[in-house]
């Protein structure tokens, strides 16, 4: 009797979710249609009259999901659950009745909540549909990592590009603008060309926020979990390009990293949110800190540097609980996720396991460059961009400016009125950067200590690489000088073509580039000025140094590597 009952609603309802899916796939269509159209303009009365129905249609197959579930066990009933509640939480923030607008700027809200609600779950599911092209033509994992980020700032350079993504009515972004702003934030670097806090509408923002969140884990990482969670296998392609996406270290699984990862940002970004919300509310309303808050944890974590104020935090500059909080924030996304796993699973553990290597290096050298960062600041700007500010207000700004160079982008002073001296000390920072497995660029702490390692061994003439009474092997040093080899090359390079196309001067082009490929993303103000051919090749810098240099030789390198069996005759050369 049971089984009957169960065989006549399933004849019902498979029929019924059949026709809702084609409805459904109609409705995704002509919106992407109407959204593409609403480039060159279509009236709000049309758009809005549209997006009701789609809404109308969310709410619908959301019930339709909800009894897949009950009697079919569909897991995509989370993704369906996830777009909804997305939509509902946007709506009550952007204080909106349902189907309801009485304003230009709500309209707006109202466009960008259900244009989010409908796009991302049909972007998330054919995400597994890209990827099982990239593995039909066999693509390695290397070449599917750089294949993610460009897809990822395709679609951004798409979305910002929509006249709901600029707050002025009328206006309008150049094509390049657009993909460098979705490049910058994609690769968590921060460099802007346009101002993000008065350009940009909510919706704007928005992207950028998560193309700065998908970008600081990868897109890999994140359609990996989406996989795991709803139970389905994961390839072995999918399984290294995860691993080399988030430099996971081999001492722990990859769903154990993936999800220690995921949950270690999330929590932390919403515990910065916290005092900044605090902070924020004094001078906002509610729903303008809760989004400032947000916006400014996740750009700080994921050391992106792009901030809702003009001046970036020069507002700020004395204030000690935004500095304190953002510092901290800077630091530990530049940790690394390995370094905090190591670190918690040290911590948990009944019995006392060493700390790895990797961890001692990448907390000891961030702590020695922060202080000698700061130190060296205070110095060198002490007469000249802090000779105006009080004692307390130079330490502090010397501080930040610290823990920024390396990694991330905001400031607390102008940038432009800073001597050569720092400059030059700024661009040594940024090119170290952060450590491997984290939010942050440059060649890396490892990288440079190992160098460092290795030059003393020489000078020592000893046969051995050691660090902390750990042998460093041989192999680890030629691919720190390799990669510090084509790095400077590539650094080099776009310097002298932004000095021979945009004229600037030796120290503002080395400036902007190698910001550019540590995804640091200060600057002196001359970004929004340059050239396009110059604003292309920053952003092909900043996808270099986001994806790595290295990463990208091996991906576009084709054929086996042979080893050869006969070996020439050795030669010795004077060095030096």
């Given at each position: 009797?049971?089984?009957?009952?169960?065989?006549?609603?399933?004849?019902?309802?498979?029929?019924?979710?059949?026709?809702?899916?084609?409805?459904?796939?109609?409705?995704?269509?002509?919106?992407?249609?109407?959204?593409?159209?609403?480039?060159?303009?279509?009236?709000?009365?049309?758009?809005?009259?549209?997006?009701?129905?789609?809404?109308?249609?969310?709410?619908?197959?959301?019930?339709?999901?909800?009894?897949?579930?009950?009697?079919?066990?569909?897991?995509?009933?989370?993704?369906?659950?996830?777009?909804?509640?997305?939509?509902?939480?946007?709506?009550?923030?952007?204080?909106?009745?349902?189907?309801?607008?009485?304003?230009?700027?709500?309209?707006?809200?109202?466009?960008?909540?259900?244009?989010?609600?409908?796009?991302?779950?049909?972007?998330?599911?054919?995400?597994?549909?890209?990827?099982?092209?990239?593995?039909?033509?066999?693509?390695?994992?290397?070449?599917?990592?750089?294949?993610?980020?460009?897809?990822?700032?395709?679609?951004?350079?798409?979305?910002?590009?929509?006249?709901?993504?600029?707050?002025?009515?009328?206006?309008?972004?150049?094509?390049?603008?657009?993909?460098?702003?979705?490049?910058?934030?994609?690769?968590?670097?921060?460099?802007?060309?346009?101002?993000?806090?008065?350009?940009?509408?909510?919706?704007?923002?928005?992207?950028?926020?998560?193309?700065?969140?998908?970008?600081?884990?990868?897109l890999v990482t994140i359609t990996t979990s989406m996989v795991a969670l709803l139970g389905r296998k994961i390839s072995q392609t999918g399984r290294m390009s995860?691993?080399?996406?988030?430099?996971?270290?081999?001492?722990?699984?990859?769903?154990?990293?993936?999800?220690?990862?995921?949950?270690?940002?999330?929590?932390?970004?919403?515990?910065?949110?916290?005092?900044?919300?605090?902070?924020?509310?004094?001078?906002?309303?509610?729903?303008?800190?809760?989004?400032?808050?947000?916006?400014?944890?996740?750009?700080?974590?994921?050391?992106?540097?792009?901030?809702?104020?003009?001046?970036?935090?020069?507002?700020?500059?004395?204030?000690?609980?935004?500095?304190?909080?953002?510092?901290?924030?800077?630091?530990?996304?530049?940790?690394?996720?390995?370094?905090?796993?190591?670190?918690?699973?040290?911590?948990?553990?009944?019995?006392?396991?060493?700390?790895?290597?990797?961890?001692?290096?990448?907390?000891?050298?961030?702590?020695?460059?922060?202080?000698?960062?700061?130190?060296?600041?205070?110095?060198?700007?002490?007469?000249?961009?802090?000779?105006?500010?009080?004692?307390?207000?130079?330490?502090?700004?010397?501080?930040?400016?610290?823990?920024?160079?390396?990694?991330?982008?905001?400031?607390?002073?102008?940038?432009?009125?800073?001597?050569?001296?720092?400059?030059?000390?700024?661009?040594?920072?940024?090119?170290?950067?952060?450590?491997?497995?984290?939010?942050?660029?440059?060649?890396?702490?490892?990288?440079?200590?190992?160098?460092?390692?290795?030059?003393?061994?020489?000078?020592?003439?000893?046969?051995?690489?050691?660090?902390?009474?750990?042998?460093?092997?041989?192999?680890?040093?030629?691919?720190?000088?390799?990669?510090?080899?084509?790095?400077?090359?590539?650094?080099?390079?776009?310097?002298?073509?932004?000095?021979?196309?945009?004229?600037?001067?030796?120290?503002?082009?080395?400036?902007?580039?190698?910001?550019?490929?540590?995804?640091?993303?200060?600057?002196?103000?001359?970004?929004?000025?340059?050239?396009?051919?110059?604003?292309?090749?920053?952003?092909?810098?900043?996808?270099?140094?986001?994806?790595?240099?290295?990463?990208?030789?091996?991906?576009?390198?084709?054929?086996?590597?042979?080893?050869?069996?006969?070996?020439?005759?050795?030669?010795?050369?004077?060095?030096?």
């Amino acid at each position: 009797m049971v089984l009957a009952k169960y065989f006549t609603i399933m004849r019902w309802l498979l029929p019924a979710l059949t026709v809702l899916s084609i409805m459904r796939i109609s409705v995704l269509t002509i919106t992407g249609v109407i959204l593409i159209q609403s480039i060159f303009g279509v009236s709000n009365d049309s758009i809005i009259v549209w997006l009701n129905i789609c809404l109308g249609f969310i709410i619908i197959h959301m019930c339709t999901e909800i009894i897949r579930y009950r009697y079919v066990k569909d897991t995509k009933v989370i993704l369906t659950l996830f777009s909804t509640g997305f939509w509902i939480i946007f709506v009550n923030f952007a204080d909106l009745k349902l189907f309801i607008t009485d304003s230009a700027y709500r309209l707006q809200e109202f466009v960008s909540a259900v244009t989010l609600a409908i796009i991302l779950p049909y972007l998330y599911q054919n995400l597994g549909r890209v990827f099982s092209v990239f593995q039909r033509f066999k693509l390695g994992y290397r070449l599917i990592i750089t294949l993610s980020f460009l897809l990822v700032i395709a679609i951004g350079t798409i979305l910002l590009m929509l006249p709901i993504s600029i707050r002025e009515e009328g206006s309008s972004l150049r094509i390049i603008d657009a993909f460098f702003t979705a490049t910058s934030a994609v690769c968590v670097t921060g460099l802007t060309v346009v101002d993000t806090a008065t350009y940009f509408s909510r919706f704007g923002q928005v992207i950028i926020l998560v193309l700065i969140q998908i970008g600081s884990l990868g897109l890999v990482t994140i359609t990996t979990s989406m996989v795991a969670l709803l139970g389905r296998k994961i390839s072995q392609t999918g399984r290294m390009s995860a691993q080399s996406s988030l430099s996971a270290v081999s001492d722990y699984s990859l769903m154990q990293y993936i999800a220690f990862s995921l949950a270690f940002t999330f929590i932390f970004e919403l515990i910065i949110a916290v005092p900044l919300f605090i902070k924020f509310y004094r001078v906002m309303s509610i729903g303008d800190s809760i989004f400032y808050a947000v916006f400014f944890a996740v750009s700080s974590f994921c050391n992106a540097g792009f901030s809702l104020f003009t001046d970036s935090l020069e507002a700020y500059r004395g204030d000690f609980v935004v500095n304190a909080t953002i510092m901290i924030s800077i630091f530990v996304g530049g940790l690394g996720f390995g370094t905090w796993l190591n670190i918690q699973n040290n911590l948990s553990s009944r019995r006392s396991r060493p700390i790895s290597l990797q961890t001692k290096i990448a907390v000891n050298t961030s702590l020695i460059l922060a202080v000698v960062g700061a130190v060296g600041f205070f110095i060198l700007e002490n007469n000249a961009s802090l000779k105006d500010y009080s004692v307390y207000e130079k330490t502090l700004a010397s501080m930040f400016a610290s823990v920024n160079m390396r990694t991330a982008g905001f400031n607390t002073i102008d940038l432009a009125d800073t001597k050569d001296a720092s400059r030059l000390m700024s661009v040594v920072l940024m090119y170290i950067g952060a450590a491997p497995g984290s939010t942050g660029g440059g060649i890396k702490t490892t990288t440079f200590v190992v160098l460092i390692a290795y030059a003393r061994a020489s000078l020592a003439n000893h046969k051995d690489i050691t660090l902390y009474g750990k042998r460093i092997e041989e192999s680890i040093a030629h691919q720190a000088w390799t990669l510090v080899f084509n790095s400077i090359a590539w650094i080099c390079l776009v310097a002298i073509i932004l000095c021979y196309v945009d004229n600037l001067s030796l120290s503002q082009a080395l400036y902007e580039t190698v910001s550019a490929y540590a995804t640091v993303g200060l600057g002196l103000g001359i970004t929004p000025e340059l050239s396009t051919f110059s604003k292309v090749l920053l952003c092909a810098t900043m996808i270099l140094g986001r994806v790595g240099p290295t990463t990208i030789m091996l991906a576009l390198a084709r054929g086996n590597r042979k080893s050869n069996i006969v070996r020439g005759a050795a030669e010795k050369l004077s060095i030096g």
